[in-house]
C-alpha cells in the first residue's frame, strides 16, 4: 500500500494556527497516514499530537525544525524521529527559544521606532499561544492593523532581509542542530532547500558541510517547491546520497495556498527517508536509528 506522508507541519506550539490535536484530525481528515509535528524551535506540542494520532490511527512521528545559522544564512533543518526529552536537544531548542524573545523586543523597537507602530510586542504576543515567538506573529499582527492585506506583504515590507522591522540573529550552528537530532536518536533533513535562493555552488557547499557532520535528509518534495525545484532537488539527494522527505510546511487555514496531503509523491530514484524507520514502526515506538 501506498502511504500518504507528511513530515513538515506547524502547530500553535509555534506558528501554526491550529493546536496539535486540531492540526492531526485535519491531517486525518486529508487522508495523510503518516504526519510529523516540526514546529519552530519547540517539541512542546508533541504530546498532544501523538495522542491524537493514537486515537484516529495515524502513525505520528516526532519532528522538529531547528533555526540554524550557517555562514549568515538562515536555513531551516529539521529532525525527525526525535526524542523530546533528549536534554542537549532541549537545552539548545530553549536557548534558541530566549533568543527568539529578546529578537522580538528589538522587532518591536524598531516598527515602533522607524514605522510609528506602537504596541507590536503585545499585539504579536496575543497571536503567539505556544513559548515560541516568530516573526509570522508580528505579522500577523500587522495584517490585523491594516498594514497590509494579507502575511506575504507584510513581511515583504516590514519583516525580511533590509526591511525597518527585520533584526540579523546568529541561530543554531549547523553542526550543532545536527548533532542535538542525531543525540536525540533522530535523523537530520534540509527544510526546503530551494527557498534559500543560494546558487547551485552555494547549496552545494551547504549539502556537503550539512553532509560532513552528520545530515542524511533533504526534503526534495516541499509545498514550497515547484516541479522544476523538486526536480533539481532529487539530483542533489542523488549527488550527495541523503534520503529525501517530503513535507508540506502546513501552517493552518492562514495560508490557504498550502495545504495537507496534497504533496506531489517523490520521485523515482530516491530513497525516502522512512526505508529507514522499517524497523521502528514495526516495533511502535521510536528507538535509535541504526547507523
Ligand atoms: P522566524 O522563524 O520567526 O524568523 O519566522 C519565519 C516564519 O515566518 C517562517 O517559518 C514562515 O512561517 C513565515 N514566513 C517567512 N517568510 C514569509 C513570507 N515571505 N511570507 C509568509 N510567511 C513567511
Ligand atoms: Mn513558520
Ligand atoms: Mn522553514
Ligand atoms: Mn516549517
Not at 22 to 30: D, K, N, S
Not at 213 to 225: L, P, T
Request: a negative charge; one cysteine or more.
Amino acid at each position: 500500500m501506498n502511504l500518504h506522508y507528511d513530515l513538515h507541519t506547524h502547530s500553535t506550539a509555534s506558528d501554526g494556527t491550529l493546536t496539535p490535536q486540531e492540526l492531526v484530525t485535519r491531517a486525518h481528515e486529508q487522508g495523510v497516514d503518516v504526519l510529523a509535528l516540526t514546529d519552530h524551535d519547540t517539541t512542546e506540542g508533541l504530546a498532544e499530537a501523538a495522542q491524537a494520532a493514537a486515537e484516529l490511527g495515524l502513525q505520528f512521528v516526532n519532528g522538529v525544525e531547528i533555526s540554524v545559522t550557517w555562514n549568515g544564512q538562515l536555513v531551516h533543518i529539521v529532525g525527525l524521529q526525535v526524542d523530546p526529552a533528549h536534554a542537549p536537544l532541549r537545552e539548545g531548542l530553549a536557548a534558541l527559544r530566549a533568543r527568539r524573545d529578546e529578537r522580538a523586543e528589538e522587532v518591536a523597537r524598531r516598527l515602533e521606532k522607524k514605522c510609528g507602530i506602537a504596541g507590536a510586542l503585545a499585539g504579536a504576543r496575543t497571536h503567539a499561544t505556544g513559548s515560541v515567538i516568530s516573526r509570522a506573529h508580528f505579522a500577523r499582527f500587522l495584517v490585523e492593523q491594516g498594514h497590509g492585506r494579507d502575511v506575504r506583504e507584510v513581511f515583504d515590507r516590514y519583516l525580511t532581509p533590509g526591511k525597518p522591522g527585520y533584526v540579523a540573529m546568529e541561530w543554531a550552528a549547523l553542526e550543532d542542530a545536527v548533532s542535538w537530532i542525531r543525540g536525540a536518536g533522530g535523523m537530520a533533513v534540509i527544510a526546503h532547500p530551494a527557498r534559500y535562493k543560494l546558487t547551485s555552488t552555494k547549496l552545494r557547499r551547504l549539502l556537503g558541510d550539512f553532509k560532513g557532520c552528520g545530515g542524511e535528509g533533504i526534503e526534495v518534495v516541499s509545498g514550497s517547491h515547484s516541479r522544476d525545484e523538486c526536480h533539481a532537488m532529487l539530483g542533489h539527494a542523488l549527488r550527495f546520497g541523503l534520503l529525501a522527505s517530503c513535507g508540506s510546511d502546513y501552517h493552518g487555514p492562514v495560508t490557504p495556498w498550502v495545504e495537507l496531503g496534497r504533496l506531489p509523491a517523490l520521485p523515482q530514484g530516491c530513497v525516502p527517508v522512512w526505508e529507514r524507520w522499517a524497523a521502528w514502526n514495526g516495533a511502535g515506538a521510536p528507538q535509535a536509528l541504526a547507523r
